[in-house]
């Protein structure tokens, strides 16, 4: 079936770092990528999305790449700031379905020191 | 602004009683889920709905029911409540968008603990 592997649980940083989070995924169907972000105490957002058409997204400095070939998609941003600091949840949205539905992986929590 | 709200924002339950987690949406979106986070597994699916009077099973159903009574209203129901419930619970909805993915938009979350 369906399914989306996050490796990193924790991720610890200091300020001006370069973030990469992996994930990797598998389907049958087209499938859309996207990432979320979880700040404390408040409910997931959507970050960016890739897609089949467009391989890469970026939003607010951080960018995903969509690799077909390794059926693979990180998340990277040259220089984290603290108030980057959340959990970061790929997930893995399937086309061909009148409602979708959500794969998410286990999350990364982001940690920057100042 | 999307906006997906929901109640209680903390519940303390004992074993083997009722629990009723509500959520309201004011974006019109046909399709809502019930989502549950816990450490080392994430976001886990229990049960979603394309629209009112309609509901499917997620992922993870078992000990769950859920209930749209119209399209602003989707609620989550444990009719026996048991400790390994003990989670935070996330609503969520949205809307199809074929090739361009289903953006879900979330509430703040239900805490629940079952003593």
Known sequence: GDSVTQKQGQVTLSEDDFLFINCTYSTTTYPTLLWYVQYLGQGPQLLLKVTTANNKGISRGFEATYDK???SFHLQKASVQESDSAVYFCALDRYGSSGNKLIFGIGTLLSVKP | EAAVTQ???NKVAVTGGKVT???NQTNNHNNMYWYRQDTGHGLRLIHYS????STEKGDIPDGYKASRPS???FSLILELATPSQTSVYFCASGDYRGYSGNTLYFGEGSR???V
């Open chain 2, 71 to 73: 399209q602003e209203n």
């Open chain 2, 112 to 114: 629940l603990i079952v």
């Open chain 2, 50 to 53: 394309y629209g009112a009077g």
């Open chain 1, 69 to 71: 070939g390794t059926t």
């Open chain 2, 21 to 23: 987690l509500s959520c």
């Open chain 2, 7 to 9: 109640s209680p924002r």
